[in-house]
């Protein structure tokens, strides 16, 4: 059975890719973008400071410190996640800028940066606490250098830090959706990759399972034609032989003839899965009608064949299931009954169809044959031709029942419903 097999996204799938990729797009331009503004602010702020006559030494100096810290952090947030590693890193790169901002007050241009960092390496309280930290410096330090102040020197880097602190919160939210978004794309690729791995499973068991119905088939198909041929050549070879009668072997090679012919064109029936030869020549009742004439013919057997005037034309199915019954009980009776009467009913039960073939041989204990049936040694223990049967009606939605005693006989009745469908999985 062919099966469509989920295939999982690709490296390069828009699925694996396309919207993570565009989020860590926008992440690592803001992540420069922050680079190339504390680098800006740093040369801005040692200009300005060597413009205002701030001693040389300590402002590059403070500036080389605070440069080289911050590369340092950049480098090692490559390498290791760690947020109090990070938070620790942020206490050292403060200080270093308090001391450029105790050199010169133009340091506190740097603080934009610092109150980015802090909304996005730190929890909210302790950003918070930070920020204002930072501002209490940025307005202290006017002051502490010039002796005076400005409302703008308070209100500008009020507003800046403020909205520093909250763009740090929505690059924190950008990060974490992006994270999310990831492991998302990872479950999914890994539930499709877990389907196509189910789907060949499911693929593969439906392979087996054909293979082992259309297995089971060949043998009840090779057991109800074949086998019972083979046996009815043996049966008449061996009865031939005891009568020791010259003049009737033609006769009985001319049935063994027709026996052998017959098997072989099932023979190649059964390897071109088509309908038995038999229902070539009729219908159901047609064929079932020369098989009744053709033991009479063989054995001696009194037979007699009924059938419903109104029954309905069979689909192939059911005529191809009843005739294989009809033959492996017919075979039994021949083989196993010792009797001197059988009778066919086929009749017509409403929705369904139903085969009865009673006779008035041997019979034999069921309940025995109830045990064997349900075990797993029916083919062993000589019960293989009932097991076959009951099987082969159960695949059609039908059923078999054998009533039988020692002595009394035995009346098998075979039913399938009209509308029967084969079913998925056979029982073997």
């Known amino acids: 059975m062919a099966s469509s ?17 565009t989020l860590s797009a926008t992440i690592r331009s803001m992540q420069l973008g922050l680079h190339f503004i504390t680098a800006v602010l740093i040369v801005v702020a040692c200009l300005r400071a060597l413009a205002d006559g701030s001693p040389a030494a300590p402002v590059l100096l403070g500036a080389l410190v605070f440069s080289g810290w911050y590369v340092g952090g950049v480098v090692l947030a490559g390498r290791v996640d760690d947020r109090p590693v990070a938070a620790w890193w942020l206490a050292g790169l403060a200080l270093i800028w ?63 830090g403020t909205f520093a602190l909250f763009i740090a919160r929505g690059y924190v939210e950008l990060v974490n959706d992006l994270q999310e978004r990831q492991r998302l794309v990872a479950s999914l690729v890994h539930a499709q990759t877990e389907m196509a791995a189910l789907q060949e499973e499911l693929a593969k068991t439906q392979r087996l399972s054909g293979a082992k119905a259309e297995r089971t088939r060949i043998s009840r198909d090779i057991h109800d034609t074949v086998a019972q041929g083979l046996s009815s050549i043996s049966l008449l070879t061996t009865a031939a032989l005891e009568r020791g009668e010259l003049a009737a072997m033609p006769r009985t090679l001319e049935q063994i003839d027709a026996l052998a012919r017959d098997n072989l064109v099932d023979v190649r029936r059964i390897v071109a899965a088509l309908a038995p030869a038999a229902l070539d020549e009729g219908a159901l009742s047609g064929a079932l009608r020369r098989m009744l004439e053709r033991l009479t013919e063989e054995t001696g057997l009194a037979t007699e064949f009924r059938v419903d005037e109104n029954l309905p034309a069979l689909p ?22 010792e009797a001197t009467r059988v009778v066919v009913n086929l009749a017509d039960a409403g929705d369904s169809v139903r085969l009865d073939i009673v006779d008035d041989g041997a019979g034999f204990d069921t309940s025995a044959w109830h045990t064997r049936s349900r075990g797993s040694g029916a083919a062993t223990t000589g019960g293989y031709g009932l097991h076959s049967m009951r099987a082969r009606l159960h695949e059609l939605g039908g059923g078999l029942d054998v009533e039988s005693a020692p002595g009394e006989g035995t009346a098998l009745s075979a039913h399938v419903p009209l509308a029967a469908k084969p079913l998925e999985d056979p029982q073997p």
Request: proline letters at 9%; charged letters at 10%.
């Open 5 to 21: 097999r989920a295939k999982p996204p690709s490296p390069d799938s828009p699925i694996a890719q396309g919207a993570p990729r």
């Open 98 to 160: 308090v001391g450029t901002v105790a050199a010169s007050a133009e340091f506190i241009w740097l603080a934009f940066p610092l109150w980015l960092l802090a909304g996005y390496i730190l929890r909210w309280r302790w950003a918070v606490i930070c920020s204002v930290a930072v501002f209490l410096v940025v307005a202290v330090a006017p002051p502490l250098h010039f002796g005076t102040t400005s409302y703008a020197n308070v209100i500008g880097p009020l507003l800046g």
């Open 316 to 337: 192939t199915t059911v005529e191809v299931a009843l005739l294989r019954t009809a033959q492996s009980a017919l075979a039994n009776v021949r083989q196993h009954a």
